[in-house]
């Protein structure tokens, strides 16, 4: 028997004397890591253990969502690529994922910003219908007018061809 071998079979039966003193309906789970060697890790879980209820017996327990960790990074960049798929109407999560609620917010955000490009450009085009106005009355108050109108077209026209490339 190696020696890895055991070490399983010695922390199994201490989690099973461990296990007599628990409160009915426990589950025990033995964590061993060695930092940054990933590939040493043990873990050893009592049968019916719930790995989501031992995170969250972590978090009652100070585990902050702060720190640095595969899990964390994984999530968060399921959760982006969600959201990202759903600016694009792409590739929908299955039916009650917890992805759906990250694609809706995407979608969401994308009709929003489609309402907010369009008032834009009739803004623009406001703008652009006034300052022709201004410049065909030809007198030095409507010609600043129409600058100034001109202007502001000019930086909502940028935003919009910035946001339809």
Known sequence: MSAVQRFHEAANDALVKLSEHCLPGAKLALVIYTPGEPERDIVIEDQGLDRDEVVSALRRRGLSIDGDNAYKRDLLDATVGAMAMGVQNRNPPPADHWGQRFWDIGREERA??????????EAASTLRRYESLHRAKGT???????????GLASRFEQTIAKATR
């Open 140 to 150: 030095a108050e409507s010609t600043e007018k129409a600058e100034v109108n001109a």
């Open 112 to 121: 929003l910003a489609e309402e907010i490009l369009a008032d834009l450009q």
